[in-house]
């Protein structure tokens, strides 16, 4: 099994925090490898994207055009398209139930809760 790898310098407490508890994740299902860190960092990156997205645009979930409609806030989209990032870098590093039950790969049922926290 590699070693544990630190998160990026430039990583946030919350971005540390996602990164800590996927790659302990990963390490107890026996699916880590140093290959994952590049993946690893875009999961982390558009989960946390993702979440600032979204808590930017709760004070104010509608906006008025110029021309008087109403529409979501520009946030929700950059929100949703981090969020279907994260999802696709949750599969490729078999993050997601459906990713490890197509691979054979079983963990113990308390190994998620942290990670689930933490990307809710």
Same mark, same amino acid.
């Given at each position: 099994?590699?070693r544990?790898v ?6 946030d407490?919350?971005? #540390?925090?996602?990164?800590? +508890?996927?790659?302990?994740? $990963?390490?107890l299902?026996? %699916?880590? &490898? ?7 960092h875009?999961?982390t990156?558009s989960?946390r994207?993702?979440q #600032?997205?979204r808590?930017? +645009?709760?004070?104010?979930? $509608?906006?008025?055009?110029? %021309?008087g &409609?109403m529409i979501?806030?520009?946030?929700y989209?950059?929100a949703?398209?981090a969020e279907?990032?994260?999802? #696709? ?21 308390s190994a998620?809760?942290e990670?689930?926290?933490l990307?809710a």
């Amino acid at each position: 099994m590699a070693r544990q790898v630190p998160p990026p310098i430039d990583f946030d407490p919350h971005e #540390r925090e996602i990164w800590s +508890a996927a790659q302990r994740q $990963l390490r107890l299902q026996g %699916t880590w &490898t140093r290959t994952d860190v590049p993946l690893l960092h875009f999961y982390t990156r558009s989960v946390r994207l993702a979440q #600032r997205a979204r808590e930017a +645009a709760v004070d104010f979930p $509608l906006q008025r055009t110029s %021309t008087g &409609t109403m529409i979501g806030h520009v946030e929700y989209q950059l929100a949703e398209k981090a969020e279907a990032a994260a999802l #696709r870098y949750a599969t490729a590093l078999l993050l997601t139930p459906e990713s490890r039950k197509r691979h054979g790969v079983t963990i113990p049922d308390s190994a998620t809760s942290e990670l689930d926290a933490l990307t809710a």
